[in-house]
């Protein structure tokens, strides 16, 4: 038996995220679609690996803000 959700979904906004998702993919080619679906299955299937990745993305983008910070005031780049 499956309970009503506490907060139903506004059957509007889902079809309209449906068929939103379907504009989109209609305008991309077949590479980036498979770009696609490989981050969502690595996403959903290999969520460790996945989680690594994404933390070291955000490492790697802080450092090179700090860097862009810092050229940017003329100081001199902090050695990592």
Do not use: C, I, T
Request: charge should be positive; proline fraction near 5%; hydrophobic fraction near 30%.
């Amino acid at each position: 038996m499956q309970s009503e959700p506490e907060h139903p979904k506004n059957p509007y906004a889902v079809e309209l995220g449906k068929s939103g998702g379907q504009k989109r993919m209609a305008q991309l080619n077949s590479q980036q679609r498979s770009v696609f679906s490989k981050h969502a299955l690595r996403a959903r299937w290999h969520r460790r690996e996945f989680e690594a990745e994404k933390e070291e993305a955000q490492r790697k983008a802080y450092l090179f803000q700090q860097a862009l910070q810092a050229l940017q005031n003329d100081k001199q780049l902090p050695l990592v």
